[in-house]
Nanobody, 117 residues
Framework: QVQLVESGGGLVQAGGSLRLSCAAS??????IGWFRQAPGKEREFVSS????????NYAQSVKGRFTISRDDAKNTVYLQMNSLKPEDTAVYYC????????????WGQGTQVTVSS
């Protein structure tokens, strides 16, 4: 059974940091991505990492502030978020792709990140 379990969300003041975790299990994935959805807005891409860790991508809005990484031994992907802004407030989801698919077919339940001004 495929499972993606996010953790690490919370309330932080602007300028602060949080680290989100996504623990993946159930099959081999070729890519793990982070997405977020703020109230009243469309879900948007934040960052992604290939399972080899060689390829990372970031949305322009988070470049230089967020860092994605992975821990092979724990089958976990992290999103280190620094210099947080109120506009980063959203529910953050991790998602996974497997095989040759370019579609994120597997999703976690989400974790709330709230940045106060």
């Amino acid at each position: 059974q495929v499972q993606l379990v996010e953790s690490g969300g919370g309330l932080v003041q602007a300028g602060g940091s949080l680290r989100l975790s996504c623990a993946a299990s159930g099959r081999t994935f070729n890519n793990i991505g982070w997405f977020r959805q703020a109230p009243g807005k469309e879900r948007e891409f934040v960052s992604s990492i290939s399972w080899t860790g060689e390829i990372t991508n970031y949305a322009q809005s988070v470049k230089g502030r967020f860092t994605i990484s992975r821990d092979d031994a724990k089958n976990t992907v992290y999103l280190q978020m620094n210099s947080l802004k109120p506009e980063d407030t959203a529910v953050y989801y991790c998602a996974a792709r497997s095989g040759a698919s370019l579609k994120y077919a597997y999703w976690g339940q989400g974790t709330q990140v709230t940045v106060s001004s």
